[in-house]
DNA sequence: TATCATATTTTGACATATCAAAATTTCTGG
DNA sequence: CCAGAAATTTTGATATGTCAAAATATGATA
């Protein structure tokens, strides 16, 4: 039984991995950076996953999650994100807020209650973010996703998932409405001034700039 | 912040006091032994509480909660037991292997979500055991006790408390299982033979005479 | 290529929580 | 009151996870 804090170095690891398309191996800069310890904290956590086969580390090159590593790391985000969802449709919290409770709440649980919960939610296959749910198996399905700078003027989308916890963030995205699953229009693709223009519902349009834009991930519906 | 441990010891010191009706002073022994971990344990941690100011220890004697002690012990107890009371009423689980999800449960949740939650089960005022909730201030409604004279046949109660401190007397409470705490029914009231039978856990039920019955208070769990 | 900034690793320390076993204190029965 | 039993405390060790600071390696650039 992995502890919660090699439970949350798999996770974070895992999602820079994923964050990082330069290559999926995770420096130590960035390892610490993510967990908020040192440097050389990570170091050593980093030997130790390699210890226990979780990772593939290499000194002074960085750290890998093996095929063992990666499990963990997909149980855990599923706990998350049913957690998640969870918090959402049946207590009535914000989006926005359970974040941070499901980050406790993820290792405090067990398989048999989290399948309740599974069965209980109707086995949902993303959370609020419209982050996917790993399967119990360990496997996490994709859709072919877009971020919001890469899409044509005029185009309809779909929310699909939103990059950012950031409480601030969220709550930008909210007040547009731009939550996951809603139906957007991209008015205006502004390349010069590296803003983009979406309108959503029957809300006054709204620009964003491209670091913002690059962080909403849509699926194409038209255009 | 305590951590889980600390609140861990200081739930268990709560409820050794109350189970233990010769005083409410709890030997090292019997801390060591609710908690699972050796008496050298139990010693060292007695003195870091005490130097938190969580308990008063007196060496060779035992440990007793302070009044901030008390608050934190009463407050994971709530947790717990609002927690239990979640996990049968929304996701239906049976109220006999709710205990040690709300065990890990109680140590990862915030206020702000226990308060979501204390709402959405409509501030209930017992866990599904019987036993009372605390209060967001860290007080433990007590119901009204009863002598076991008063409540009515058929009645589900909790003992409570045992007014007599008679060796011979206590011995026949703890034989029948009639201790503070646990939970008994009350199959006949019969005011002609001035006698009242009772039941506790899976003992065949017992009959004793009004004026033992008049010993022993209870809270009305139902009925 | 020599140097310097940056990243990484090592080292020594600390806090928490635990155990086993030795030492000590308290209690109890004769 | 005293000896042995039982409970308690002490001691020394271990595991986990962390930091600060020193030592070292890597990589970019002049």
Known sequence: MP???????LKRIFLEQQAEPTGDIVS???????????????????KSLADSKLVAYEPYGGVKLTARGRTVALRVLRRHRLIECLLVEALGLDWSEVHDEAEKLE??????????????????????????????????????LTALTEVEQGAEVRIARVLDQDEQFLRFVDRHMLRPGTRARVLVQDHAAEAVTVQSG??????????????IMVELIKG
Do not use: C, Q
């Not at 960035?30 to 050593?44: D, H, Q, Y």
């Not at 309740?116 to 993303?126: A, K, M, Q």
């Open 3 to 9: 502890s919660s804090t090699v439970e949350n170095y």
């Open 28 to 46: 130590m800069k960035n390892l610490a950076g993510a967990m908020g310890v040192t440097a050389g904290t990570a170091t050593s956590m980093a």
């Open 107 to 144: 290792h405090a649980i067990s398989d048999k209650l989290l399948d309740r919960i599974d069965e209980f939610l109707g086995f949902p296959s993303v959370d609020p973010h419209g982050d996917p749910i790993p399967t119990a198996g360990g496997e996490i399905r994709h859709s072919a």
């Open 202 to 215: 029957k809300l006054p349009a709204v620009t964003m700039g491209r670091t913002a834009a690059a962080k």
